[in-house]
């Protein structure tokens, strides 16, 4: 891609609007420092100096989105108690909108808390229920979704599953008739439980070893052979358009229409891989929306996700950063 071309397709992300569906959480920090060993068992003592809440799981999604210049919504279903009020003033506190948020009496609000210190994550806390949504929770989600769609042009809806239960099978299968009626385009980063759900989506994108779970089959991660089968079996029972597979150190994998392409990953200082695949689904996302080839979506996002690898914690991609990069390593003369 040349450089004008570049700069044409990231602005163009200004224009998009993004449907975010899928588990939200609060991602919560305690940052401090260790100076010495508990007496009461084997383990540091660390002296908090800062506690902070970020945007966490489908949530943090929307704020790679937002970062990229596009407008995002989120839909999702949290606990009606002070977590769920924790939840909704960050969401305002980062500029978002809660008109997506359901709150359910049954729930509990998903909560990482992670304990860092001198840029080393210690330990990670969670607080968070798995079980499917109840059919009033679901109800209720699936007529929010049914508003939004009616009153504004969504660009693509993505699906953020993390097996939280929000994601239920019945949730999938009407969102993605509903877009499949209205033409929007669906992008999906899938966890095992709901693998197979996501039938008829544009845009499929696990990582190695979802594909293998999701499969039940094992390969060398560097059998070119192998992954091209698998991904070609995947294809033939979800019936997407594409599929894009995260490899880590290895890069990226795309599949369209019986084309594989590989795009190796770029050297990086790795400090966190928190939120990476979040990153990833949003450029991806956008770069669909925007009318990108899938080799140049994979590169960019692949692209996306190292960079925020450097810094510790989860951390949405920084837009000028991402075009930097994307100039010196993506664009020809």
Not at 149 to 176: M, P, S
Not at 309 to 332: R, W
Request: net charge negative; with cysteine.
């Amino acid at each position: 891609m040349k450089k004008d071309q570049l700069d044409q397709l990231f602005n163009a992300f200004n224009q998009l609007t993004v449907l975010v569906i899928g588990d939200v959480m609060i991602d919560a920090y305690y940052w401090g420092k260790v100076e010495r060993i508990s007496p009461e068992a084997p383990v540091p003592v660390v002296q908090v100096n800062k506690k902070e809440n970020r945007l966490g799981g489908a949530a943090n999604v929307a704020l790679n989105v937002k970062s990229m210049g596009a407008k995002a919504i989120i839909c999702s279903v949290v606990g009606d108690g002070s977590k769920g009020d924790i939840f909704r003033t960050t969401l305002k506190e980062n500029g978002f909108s809660t008109e997506g948020i359901i709150d359910s009496p049954s729930r509990m609000t998903t909560v990482k808390t992670r304990v860092i210190s001198q840029g080393h994550h210690l330990i990670r806390v969670d607080e968070e229920m798995t079980t499917p949504l109840s059919a009033t929770d679901q109800t209720h989600l699936l007529d929010c979704i049914q508003n939004i769609l009616d009153r504004q042009k969504v660009d693509v809806i993505i699906f953020e599953d993390y097996n939280k239960g929000v994601l239920t099978a019945d949730v999938i299968r009407k969102v993605q008739e509903e877009a499949t009626k209205r033409g929007i385009p669906t992008t999906v980063d899938p966890k095992k439980d709901n693998f197979f759900a996501y039938k008829g989506c544009t845009l499929f994108k696990p990582n190695l070893k979802e594909l293998r779970e999701g499969l039940q089959i094992d390969f060398d991660k560097n059998d070119e052979a192998a992954l091209a089968a698998a991904i070609d079996q995947l294809t033939q029972q979800l019936n997407n358009t594409m599929t894009m597979v995260t490899l880590s150190e290895l890069g990226v994998a795309v599949h369209r229409g019986g084309e594989h392409v590989r795009i190796p990953a770029h050297q990086r200082e790795i400090m966190d891989v928190s939120g990476a695949g979040d990153t990833v689904i949003a450029v991806a996302s956008l770069v669909l929306a925007a009318g990108g080839d899938p080799a140049f979506m994979a590169g960019l996002s692949n692209l996306a996700g190292g960079l925020v690898c450097e810094k510790v914690g989860v951390v949405p991609i920084d837009k000028k950063q991402l075009h930097l990069e994307a100039v010196s390593k993506l664009t020809v003369d």
